[in-house]
């Protein structure tokens, strides 16, 4: 998984049904010194994560299971708010 | 799998239930000569690890579940072990 900065929306005017109810956040991956580490993408999100809140995130398959049954065409998925984190 | 340094620790209140109780940990990957590569990773801890340990990480979702045994958990990185020592005959 990766941290990350939730910094927008994004809303469908058509989509695949399997999309339907999924909220969909643009997300920030960053380093643990708050840099950008990587480009800002769109994630699935089931935890209710908001605009400018940390976030970690899951790549791949993993995004779509917190949405089981329904089959969800994630391919990043925010799994988690991150209250704080130490270095060191 | 890949080597790693744990760099530091997560707390995450509110996340997916599947991940309830699980460490969460900072992990920068490694080169063989223990320079970083690549960006830090946040992984679960499957093997009791600490800031300041090199680590094995393994990156593939079913093993990363397993690695905490639990069944479909939305997790793509696990801590499997702590490294004693890395052999590079020369």
Do not use: C
Not at chain 1, 36 to 57: K, N, T
């Amino acid at each position: 998984m990766q941290l990350g900065k939730v910094v927008g929306t994004v809303v469908l005017n058509n989509q695949n049904d399997t999309l339907n109810g999924v909220s969909l956040l643009l997300v920030q991956p960053i380093s643990s010194s708050r840099e950008p580490a990587g480009r800002v993408i769109v994630a699935a999100d089931s935890v209710g994560a908001g605009v400018g809140e940390h976030v970690f995130f899951v790549r791949g398959k993993e995004a779509s299971f917190p949405f089981y049954p329904t089959e969800v065409p994630a391919d990043a998925g925010i799994v988690g708010i991150v209250d704080q984190w130490d270095i060191g | 799998m890949i080597l790693a340094r744990v760099v530091g620790t997560v707390v995450s209140t509110q996340k997916h239930r599947k991940l309830e109780g699980a460490k969460l940990l900072l992990v920068q990957p490694l080169t063989l000569e223990d320079t970083p590569r690549g960006g830090e990773l946040l992984a679960v801890d499957g093997a009791g690890a600490g800031v300041g340990e090199k680590v094995l990480i393994v990156l593939e979702g079913r093993s990363a579940s397993d690695a905490i045994g639990r069944k479909a958990a939305p997790v793509d990185a696990a801590i499997v072990g702590i490294v004693d020592t890395v052999d590079l005959p020369s």
